[in-house]
């Protein structure tokens, strides 16, 4: 989504003390908090295996995310897909890690070994060797998504709502069934979650809606070492392990 912004637009004099607020918690309590929620997850097999999270970040997280300085992309037709404009999207990378603490914390929580294990635990999935892949998403009015199943080459996909505002209800994932029949909606309250391991039947995507203001996400994978697009994934150099 949103290009990151450009270095010249963060540098500043060494004699200058960066500003940062909110204050971020540092990786460890990031994921403990974390784990919590997950721990606490509810699970449900209708359309297909999915768990559904709440308070999944420290406050002061989640709004560090909103706070990113980082503008909503123009709007074109995208023909209801994220990957028509790669360039326009906005990932945690090394370089934006670099600038942002929120960014940085979060990602080497998500990172971290025992977070890895409890991911392969509740979701039952393999993940020693992949790669952490975050995608902070800002959607504006014109937005959409047909319905699709993710690759295969994502081990599992969290998305986080960060969504604000008074139409913000309504701006959750619609969800299919396997014959591509709309049966529902995720909710999008704020800083809940919804995972799901990608399969044959896990339909999804967002159908044509006003969105006043704009709906901001983010989704999260590990992702296969097979991964191609290698500037997308926050830690190219460090493999996923769970110990």
């Known amino acids: 989504m949103g290009a990151p912004v450009s270095a010249s637009a963060t540098t500043r ?3 200058e003390r960066a500003v940062d607020f909110p204050p971020i918690p540092d990786a460890a309590d990031i994921a403990r908090h974390f784990a919590d929620a997950l721990r606490r997850a509810r699970c449900d097999d209708v359309p297909y295996r999915h768990w559904t999270l709440e308070r999944v970040l420290p406050e002061s997280v989640a709004v560090g995310v909103l706070l990113l300085p980082i503008a909503p992309p123009p709007v074109g037709d995208n023909h209801g897909v994220r990957d028509l404009d790669n360039g326009k999207r906005t990932f945690f990378t090394p370089r934006l890690r670099a600038h942002f603490p929120a960014c940085a914390r979060f990602a080497e929580a998500m990172q971290r070994a025992d977070i890895a294990r409890l991911f392969a635990q509740v979701c039952g999935i393999a993940v020693d060797g992949g790669f952490l892949r975050m995608e902070y998403i800002q959607d504006t009015d014109g937005a959409w998504l047909e319905p699709h199943r993710d690759i295969p080459e994502k081990l599992f996909s969290m998305v986080i709502y960060f969504c604000t505002g008074p139409e913000a209800k309504d701006w959750g ?8 029949r709309w049966i529902g909606r ?3 309250e704020f800083n809940s979650a919804v995972i799901f391991v990608p399969g044959p039947n896990t339909w999804h995507g967002f ?3 006003p969105i006043v203001g704009v ?3 983010m989704e999260i994978n590990y992702v296969r070492p097979t991964w191609r ?4 994934l926050a830690f ?3 493999p996923i392990a769970t110990v």
């Open 173 to 180: 994932t619609d969800i299919y069934d396997d014959q591509k």
């Open 229 to 232: 697009d290698r500037d997308q």
């Open 207 to 209: 159908e044509r809606r």
């Open 13 to 15: 004099p060494t004699s």
């Open 215 to 217: 709906r901001r996400l």
């Open 236 to 238: 190219p150099d460090r």
């Open 186 to 188: 995720a909710s999008a």
